[in-house]
Nanobody, 121 residues
Framework: QVQLVESGGGLVQPGGSLRLSCVAS????????MSWYRQAPGKQRELVAT???????DYHDSVKGRFAISRGSGKNTVYLQMDSLKPEDTAIYYC???????????????WGQGTQVTVDS
């Protein structure tokens, strides 16, 4: 199977920056999509940023211009650079990957355990 491990969360003041990392390991043939989701207390999980196998990116409107998603040179790692953080960015951030693990063209969905990001003065 596949494991996703996130790191980089923490407490930061408004206007500050954090960089989240997620490393995928296991029986990976290829990773089609890697994304970051977040879930704030009492709210539904929402897509923050996504990056496809070709490098195409997309962002939630609320983070455009502040967050940047990228993949590592080995392609099994995804980063989320978060700048100009706001209190409303406070949430648990989850890494997601759609991964090809077998002969089927279709990929399987995997999630990390989440990392807490708190923006507070």
């Amino acid at each position: 199977q596949v494991q996703l491990v996130e790191s980089g969360g923490g407490l930061v003041q408004p206007g500050g920056s954090l960089r989240l990392s997620c490393v995928a390991s296991g029986s990976i043939i290829n990773i089609y999509i890697m994304s970051w989701y977040r879930q704030a207390p009492g709210k539904q999980r929402e897509l923050v940023a996504t990056i496809g196998i070709g490098g195409t990116t997309d962002y939630h409107d609320s983070v455009k211009g502040r967050f940047a998603i990228s993949r590592g040179s080995g392609k099994n790692t995804v980063y989320l650079q978060m700048d100009s953080l706001k209190p409303e960015d406070t949430a648990i951030y989850y890494c997601y990957a759609n991964v090809k693990i077998g002969p089927s063209f279709r990929g399987n969905d995997y999630w990390g355990q989440g990392t807490q990001v708190t923006v507070d003065s």
